[in-house]
């Protein structure tokens, strides 16, 4: 436990194990290192090393991977520093892209799939809601990416940063996740394929998840971050 005290991340995690042994420990940070744009193969990379030739801060990139692979895990704000602003909002925006080019379309694919098995009325009404969703994610971003990540970026200007974004739309975009999925469950037709509709399921599930550590990082990251830069101005 020590490690912890010295460090915002994992006591498991550490700048000498390889790519290898952190993806190994938890396979669902592929997703960081695909929205990153890390390149492979890993070979015996170690964190440290992939770190220095992609330019990242290795602390804050561990400090990321903590909280994508513990949900529970929240950095210590005693051990954040505001030069760690501006890889953090690299890491949303690179999010934000891949929330919008792949994850999104991705399960709208999986959506296409299974509602060619309902009726007319059906798929227009789930394709819809579906679009809506996205549709008000992406606008969410966009406000996020305007009213605070711009802010944040400009010394000048950060002072105008409204962190209260962050407070209610997190929870609105989790209960339409929910409400897609039990859609899915309690509304399709029979002749729906139970393996397509397990499939979809997994894909909306896995977006939800990845939305809420995205909403952690700008909870428990970013918003510290700014709040300290302001204080700073001040």
Partial sequence: ????????????????????????????????????????PFGDVTVAEMCQREGMDVALFLTICSMHADPSFRPSADLLTTDMLAGVTAYLRASHRYY????????EAHLDRILAYCDTLSQSA?????????????AHFEEEERNIFALSENPDSVTKADCSIFDMPHAEIDDCSNDIASLVFKNLPESAPTPLRCALLDHIYALRDDLRRHSDIEAYLLRPLVEKLIAQKR
């Avoid at 919008?100 to 399960?107: F, G």
């Avoid at 789930?126 to 992406?138: A, D, K, P, R, T």
């Fill in 126 to 138: 789930l394709h819809n809601f579906y679009n809506n969703y996205s549709q008000y994610i992406v």
């Fill in 1 to 40: 436990m020590k490690k912890r005290d010295k460090t915002p991340y994992l006591a498991t995690f550490s700048p000498e194990m390889t790519l290898f042994e952190l993806v190994e420990s938890s396979p669902s940070l592929l997703g960081v290192l695909s929205r990153l744009n890390v390149r492979l």
């Fill in 100 to 107: 919008a080019e792949y994850m999104l379309p991705h399960t």
